[in-house]
């Protein structure tokens, strides 16, 4: 009867060294679920800031082009003089365009 307890108890110790293994297994993933946790927080901080960042460049930027297109509206409706001095101005825009385009055509061949 000596040796069933013995046996019996040689099977204890070695689940209960194989529950050790797997509970120090399990607290190694744990802990590493945890740095990504960590991880992804963080990286979703950064994200909302960047993106809280974007949000006013962009209505920084929507000021000022609401603020040009009302000056250009009050030009266009403005008189004669000024629609020709417009149209001088595209014509010369568009030509600057073209002008640069060819240059850095030439300049990469």
């Known amino acids: 009867m000596a040796d069933w ?3 019996h108890g040689a099977v204890d110790d070695m ?9 120090d297994n399990l607290a190694t993933k744990v802990s590493r679920l945890k740095s ?3 991880d992804i927080d963080k990286e979703a901080d950064e994200q909302n800031s960047h993106l809280d960042g974007m949000d ?4 920084s930027t ?5 603020g040009s297109v009302k000056r250009f509206s009050t030009m266009v409706l403005s008189g004669k003089d000024n629609r020709r001095v417009l ?3 595209s014509v010369g825009l568009v030509l ?3 002008l640069l385009y060819y ?7």
Not at 15 to 23: G, H, P, T, Y
Request: include cysteine; glycine fraction near 6%.
């Open 56 to 59: 006013s460049d962009f209505l």
């Open 87 to 89: 149209c001088y101005i």
């Open 96 to 98: 600057v365009f073209f």
């Open 5 to 7: 307890n013995r046996g």
């Open 15 to 23: 689940l209960d060294a194989e529950n050790k293994l797997l509970a």
């Open 36 to 38: 990504l946790a960590y």
């Open 103 to 109: 240059l850095v055509s030439r300049a990469q061949a």
């Open 62 to 66: 929507t000021g000022l082009l609401t």
